[in-house]
Structures are given as structure tokens and as C-alpha cells.
């Protein structure tokens, strides 16, 4: 468990919890059987023999919390996990404590099978979830109307490992360490299913029967170290390219992305943009609101930028406030998927952009997303700012034909464009214009 740990990453801190939780009860079980097996007082044995059934039942509940996304993140979830495994653990209870009053036994599954009946009014929505914890209940009246508890609780506890197998199938990514948790959850099942038999008709196997139910918790315990391993691996990938801020390219992402668009703009011999938006008088908010309300106000924008901008092009962030586009294929693009498709007062001077209409529809959906106001949330007092943006671009092949060329060109004409920060529109004039040109637009 403390290797888990460990190897958390902070996309998996719930489940993380959740498997830490779960594997506690299962160490819990584990001194529980021991008490047991130590055939001591009565009272004391009966009590360990419940408490390593309930430890059991626990365990399920909460691995199979872990392997449901949709149980996690609906508001009411853990209450119906709740609701349907409680009349388990009472079924638990009473079979280890040595209870046979079959009226006990029938108010239990009545509640069961109730609240599993309710369950869609809690959360109403289809589910095979639903009708498989009513569902169980069938057999299970059936052992008891036979006056046989110890299917009855032997089965339960089958039922909530196989449906955690075939969820952790469902929501681990392709690797050994699925093969383990899948397969180890699915063994413990067959375990809880065969004891009654094995215990009752082949007693003499029940040694081997033990090797097996403690094989398959070191098994589930090495697949859930591979699981958080592998996604820890696949998390360092995603962050040497990736910004943590906002999960944009960075740049190390970005550079191999411009190249392969230059090849591909070379190729097919038809133009690309580049855009570099930097943000105005963001260090003042970093330095009168925190840097934490810096970093919302930078997530606030970058998801404006994304929802407005094309899809097929590249934002990404290169560090501190400023950001870069790559719009490729801008002969064949029509617009019309663009969004907030005003004009912005761009000149109509010599420069290659001013000619390009959608290089002018870009840049005004930029500078509008860019300055939507941000909510900073609670912690900040639900205050709203917004920023201005100065932005530069240059075409390809146009006004340059190499990355480094061009992102030069296009950090030039972004620190001209902050120089007019009374017009507050991106300037694309060639760096060599005169002030007295720059005055003019």
C-alpha cells in the first residue's frame, strides 16, 4: 500500500484513495480469519468471522466504487452503492455470528431486494447496475426459503467481485496490469462461489483452495501497482509535451508540430499563419491578485481560445502569458467554421496578412476570446477580470519560409502591436515600418 502511494499521480489521487481504503479492509479480513482460525472464545470467534465477511463486503463495495467513473462522479452515487450493499453486509452479519432465525433473513432480503427496486429513483437514469444488485436477490431468496445462509452470503460476495471485474474491464486502459486486476478479481469471484462446495463435498481441497484465495490478492495487488506505474509513465509523456497549467502543447510539442506543417505547407504549396498573442498588464495581476489568480485568469482564456478557434489548427502555450497559433492550409480554409467572424480594424497596407481575409477573421476571434472576461471563482470573490491582447502573425512562405525566421517575425510584430495599446488591436505591420507608419495605423 505504501507503494502506492508512491507511484500516485495526481489525475488518480481519488482512486488511489479508494484502492488504499479497499486494501486496508482486506488486511483487516485477513487478522479477522486469523482470530478466527484460533478457534478462541465463542464470542470473540463469531465476532472475527463476521468482521472478515463484512471487511469482505466493504472491500467489494469500495473497489467496485473505484473501477465506476459514472458511481464517482454522480452527486448521489456513493448513496446508492449504500443503499445496495448495506442489506449485503447485514446478510454478512448475521451468517457470521451464526444466526439462523430465517425471519432475519427474509426482512434482509426484503430490503434488498426494495432498495435495489428504488435504485433507478434515486439515480434516474438505464443501467444494467440496477437491475443486476435487484436482480442478485433472486437467488439469494432462494437459498434462504432453503434455509442455506452460507450460499446466500457466499454468493453476495461473488456477485460484487465479478461486477468489479467487469468494471475494472471496462475502465483500465490496455495493459498487464489489467490482465492482473481483471483476472485477479475475476478468481477471487470463482473463490467466494466454489468455498460453500468445496467446504461442504471436497474438503481435501481446501488447502489448495487457501493458496488460491491468498495467491489472488498478491495478484490484484502487483496489477494494481502496474495499472498506476503504466499511467504513471503515460502522465510523464503527456507533461514533457504538454503545459500543466493549461494542457496546451508546450513548446517542445509546438516546434515538431510547426515543422511537420511547413513540410506539409511545402508540400501542397499552400500557406500557413503563425500568431503569437501575448496578454496586456497580466503581471499587474499577478502582482496585486496572487498568482493563483493569474493562473485561473490563464485557463479562463486558453479554453475561450479553444472554443472559438478551428479545431484542425495548433494553440499552444510557450510560457508565461504568451500563446501561438499555427493556422495551416489557410488557401483551402473558408471561415466558415470560424467563430465570432467580425472584422477587426486591420489596415489595408502592404502587409501579406492584410490581404488575407481569413487571416483577419483569426485574428479577431483571438483578440475577442482573448479579452472575455474571466470568473475567478469563490476563493477570489466571484471577481471577473479581462485583459487585452496584443498579437502579432506572419504568413508562410509569403514573409518567411523557416520556423525560426518566422516566429521571429511574429514576436517583432507582437512587441509592435503592444506598443499601440490605446488601439488595442493586433498590428501586422513589417517590423521596418517607421513610427510615422505605425502612427497611421
Given amino acids: 500500500m505504501y507503494v502506492l502511494l508512491c507511484v500516485r499521480g495526481p489525475r488518480r489521487d481519488d482512486i488511489i484513495r479508494l484502492w488504499t481504503v479497499a486494501l486496508l479492509l482486506i488486511l483487516l479480513e485477513a487478522v479477522s480469519r486469523i482470530v478466527h482460525g484460533m478457534h478462541t472464545v465463542r464470542g470473540v470467534h463469531l465476532v472475527a468471522h463476521a468482521l472478515a465477511l463484512d471487511a469482505y463486503g466493504a472491500a467489494g463495495a469500495v473497489f467496485l466504487l473505484s473501477a465506476s467513473e459514472g458511481l464517482r462522479r454522480v452527486p448521489r452515487g456513493r448513496l446508492f452503492l449504500g443503499l445496495n450493499v448495506l442489506p449485503h453486509m447485514a446478510l454478512f452479519t448475521a451468517y457470521g455470528v451464526d444466526v439462523h432465525a430465517g425471519a432475519l433473513y427474509w426482512v434482509i432480503a426484503a430490503c434488498g431486494s426494495l432498495g435495489g427496486l428504488l435504485s433507478p429513483l434515486l439515480l434516474p437514469r438505464s443501467s444494467p447496475l440496477y437491475f443486476a444488485f435487484a436482480a442478485i436477490w433472486l437467488p439469494l431468496l432462494l437459498c434462504i426459503h432453503l434455509g442455506d445462509y452460507r450460499n446466500a452470503t457466499y454468493i453476495c460476495l461473488f456477485f460484487l467481485y465479478g461486477i468489479a471485474a467487469l468494471f475494472f474491464d471496462r475502465s483500465l486502459p490496455k495493459s498487464y496490469g489489467k490482465v492482473a486486476v481483471v483476472g485477479g478479481f475475476g478468481m477471487w469471484a470463482l473463490c467466494f462461489l466454489t468455498h460453500p462446495w468445496i467446504a461442504t463435498l471436497r474438503p481435501e481441497w481446501l488447502q489448495l ?19 498506476m506505474l503504466d499511467d504513471q509513465v503515460r502522465s510523464n509523456e503527456w507533461l514533457a509535451l504538454h503545459d500543466g497549467l493549461t494542457g496546451l502543447p508546450n513548446r517542445r510539442l509546438f516546434e515538431d508540430r510547426l515543422q511537420h506543417a511547413l513540410r506539409n505547407a511545402e508540400r501542397t504549396r499552400s500557406r500557413l ?18 498568482h493563483d489568480a493569474g493562473d485561473l485568469l490563464l485557463k479562463g482564456i486558453t479554453s475561450n481560445l479553444l472554443e472559438a478557434l478551428r479545431r484542425s489548427d495548433t494553440l499552444a502555450r510557450l510560457g508565461g502569458d504568451e500563446f501561438t497559433l499555427i493556422a495551416a492550409d489557410l488557401d483551402g480554409a473558408s471561415g466558415k467554421r470560424m467563430k465570432h467572424t467580425e472584422q ?17 477573421r483569426i485574428l479577431a476571434v483571438m483578440s475577442q476570446a482573448a479579452e472575455i472576461p474571466v470568473n475567478l471563482g469563490e476563493e477570489h470573490g466571484d471577481r471577473t477580470i479581462g485583459v487585452s491582447a496584443s498579437i502579432g502573425v506572419v504568413i508562410y512562405p509569403d514573409e518567411a519560409t523557416t520556423a525560426a525566421g518566422l516566429l521571429k517575425l511574429a514576436d517583432q510584430r507582437m512587441y509592435l502591436s503592444k506598443r499601440q495599446q490605446a488601439h488595442r488591436r493586433p498590428c501586422i505591420s513589417e517590423p521596418a515600418c517607421s513610427d510615422l507608419e505605425m502612427e497611421r495605423v
Avoid: E, Y
Avoid at 477587426?344 to 487571416?359: D, E, L, N, Y
Fill in 209 to 227: 483452495a487457501d493458496h488460491l484465495w491468498d495467491m489472488q490478492k498478491f495478484v490484484i495487488t502487483v496489477g494494481l501497482l502496474l495499472v
Fill in 273 to 290: 499563419a503563425i500568431f503569437m498573442l501575448d496578454l496586456d498588464g497580466f503581471k499587474q495581476i499577478n502582482d496585486t491578485l496572487g
Fill in 344 to 360: 477587426v480594424g486591420v489596415p489595408h497596407h502592404s502587409c501579406a496578412a492584410a490581404h488575407m481575409p481569413q487571416v483577419q
